[in-house]
């Protein structure tokens, strides 16, 4: 460590914050894990970007020796403990948002195969889904939006969501895609975690809070792509 930097970038503080916070997730000390993320989810609110910032504290809650399937089951095991919480589903719409980048795995697109896309896909329906959860827990759901806002960007919107905007209830799309796609969906299946295929598809449809918040959602175009808007989220 120099100068109170350690080598990897992070200060003794960060380090420090990270340990903690890793216990708390541990013990299921849930409480203290929303005292410890409360102050830099507001610091960003606030128009203030340090670094590391929030986004990577969500990110970095767990043990790096965790397979992503043991980090789900610990993250859903906060979400049912703590339904409320704001940071659990938060941080179970950043697992999956991981588990989608993790499923792509290809810097080029077109060598993505499509059993990868499919479940890829998958799990970004659960990401969505829990970020939606989110969104009635906060009275400023910026980071709940965000994540949307991310994920839907190089994944593209969900048709379920979009029809949840519009007031109408999703079809159900598992036997269109198992024929149009009968080797690539099977594979794209036994590609997600185990967690994923227990709970199946995503159950936004069912869920009236997910509805409401994806009524509230406003979606425009800009230059860079799909962004989401929310008349509490910061401007900056």
Known sequence: MTNGIAKDGLSAEDLAWRAAARAALQERRYAELDALLAPHEQAWLD?????PGIRWRLRNLHDKALTLDERL???QQWVAAAPHSYY???RLGACWESAAGELRSADVAALVEDSQW???QQARDHAVHAYL?????SARPA????????ITSYLREPDWLLALQAGQVPEPE???LAEHYPQAWPQALQLLPVSARRCGRCPAA???????????ISMRRWPTGCAWCWNSAPTT
């Open 143 to 150: 980071l709940a939006l965000d994540g949307i806002k991310r």
């Open 88 to 90: 659990a589903h938060l």
């Open 174 to 176: 598992e036997v269109a």
């Open 73 to 75: 089951q610990q993250t």
């Open 133 to 137: 959860q989110a969104i009635p827990l």
């Open 206 to 216: 069912c869920r009236p809070c997910c509805a409401s918040a994806a009524r509230t």
């Open 47 to 51: 128009g203030e970007r340090p670094l």
């Open 118 to 120: 499919l479940a890829a």
